[in-house]
């Protein structure tokens, strides 16, 4: 009896583990075009793919990466993400890409991305980049990057880039996961939804409920 509370103890945690596991899956083979109906795929490796021998061209080409995207908001930046979810070729291969458009003086805010490592590479313009390591030293590691300049952001560290050239920038940047995941942290803390308490975040930033009242108006 206790033997086998025993084990199913362990088969649980081991399944635990395997659930909560954040790293993607290896294909198994050589590609899994996603697609939504079980009917026209074939089921591989918790994906449904489509039957490889429909599979063409167009399921691993993407287009328009050299338009630029319109910058006109507040933080003058805006990335362009492909991901698995949007451009099923990339289905179980574990990257995924992104261009990043900037404005003069244009600000990709601090962000992490808590399933993927980032290589950026600079096209055009002069970047300020970097990204905080974790706690206890918490140290700033920067870099201005010029057109040609590749600089990485490790998995879940903080990280930004600000436009700090005259003329709008352009930057392309690879994933190490089909899906990064993107949490922008002062959307995060202070535009949850439900807010965060008052006693949190006048605790967490040892500030008064006005300044938190006032970042929080702004998200
Ligand atoms: C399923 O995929 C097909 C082909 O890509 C698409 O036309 C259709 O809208 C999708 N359906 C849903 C429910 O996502
Ligand atoms: C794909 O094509 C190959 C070669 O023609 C054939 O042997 C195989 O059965 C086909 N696979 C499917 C899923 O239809
Ligand atoms: C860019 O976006 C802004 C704000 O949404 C809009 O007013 C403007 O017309 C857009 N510009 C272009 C060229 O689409
Ligand atoms: C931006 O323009 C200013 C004034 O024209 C100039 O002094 C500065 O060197 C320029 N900066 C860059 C990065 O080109």
């Known amino acids: 009896m206790m033997a086998a509370k025993i084990l199913s103890y362990i088969v649980l945690s081991a399944m635990a583990v395997f659930l909560v596991s954040a790293f993607d899956p290896s294909p198994l083979q050589d590609f899994c075009v996603a697609v939504n109906d079980s009917r026209i795929g074939v089921f591989v490796n918790g994906k449904f793919c489509k039957d490889p021998n429909l599979t063409t061209a167009d399921d691993f080409y993407f287009t328009g990466l050299n338009i630029?995207?319109?910058?006109?908001?507040?933080?003058?930046s805006v990335a362009t993400l492909i991901t698995a979810d949007t451009y099923h070729g990339l289905n179980t291969l574990g990257i995924a890409f992104a261009r990043v458009d900037f404005a003069p003086n244009g600000l990709n805010p601090p962000h992490t991305h808590p399933r993927a490592s980032e290589i950026l590479t600079v096209l055009e313009g002069t970047l300020y980049a970097g990204f905080v390591t974790s706690n206890p030293d918490n140290r700033l590691i920067t870099k201005v990057l010029y057109p040609g300049d590749a600089f990485v952001f490790p998995l879940g560290l903080i990280h930004f880039q600000l436009n700090?050239?005259?003329t709008s920038a352009v930057a392309f940047a690879a994933f190490s996961s089909q899906n990064p995941g993107r949490i922008d942290i002062a959307n995060a803390v202070f535009g949850s939804t439900p807010p965060l308490s008052n006693d949190v975040l006048t605790k967490a930033f040892q500030v008064d409920e006005d300044v938190i009242r006032d970042l929080q108006s702004q998200f």
């Open 164 to 166: 700090i050239g005259n």
């Open 68 to 76: 630029p995207r319109n910058t006109s908001n507040p933080i003058g």
